[in-house]
Nanobody, 126 residues
Framework: QVQLVESGGGLVQAGGSLRLSCAASGRTFSSYAMGWFRQAPGKEREFVAAINWSGGSTDYAGSVKGRFTISRDNAKNTVYLQMNSLKPEDTAVYYC???????????????????WGQGTQVTVSS
């Protein structure tokens, strides 16, 4: 089992940048594929980005492709989400998620992730 703690959220002006971090407990972090999801008020939780266990495979939602970058450091048990050129529509609570998976595949459905962090608020002002 893994526990996830997100950090790095905050208030930023449109066009600005933030880097979210998700620290995982345990010694088997490299056994987990990781994802970032977000949920805006009144909306369903949606896929943002995901990375496989080694970092060799990544993918993004169309709305963030070219602006956001997901990465991981298995030595530090941490996954990151670098967010550039932020827009007001990026405002949401951002969640880190994990699933045991040593393949190269990327999963987009939140129901395929067994472990979740508590979320971190990102607010982008216009």
């Amino acid at each position: 089992q893994v526990q996830l703690v997100e950090s790095g959220g905050g208030l930023v002006q449109a066009g600005g940048s933030l880097r979210l971090s998700c620290a995982a407990s345990g010694r088997t972090f490299s056994s987990y594929a990781m994802g970032w999801f977000r949920q805006a008020p009144g909306k369903e939780r949606e896929f943002v980005a995901a990375i496989n266990w080694s970092g060799g495979s990544t993918d993004y939602a169309g709305s963030v492709k070219g602006r956001f970058t997901i990465s991981r450091d298995n030595a530090k048990n941490t996954v990151y989400l670098q967010m550039n050129s932020l827009k007001p529509e990026d405002t949401a609570v951002y969640y880190c998620a994990a699933r045991i998976d040593r393949s190269s595949s990327i999963r987009y459905n939140r129901h395929e992730y067994a472990y979740w962090g508590q979320g971190t608020q990102v607010t982008v002002s216009s």
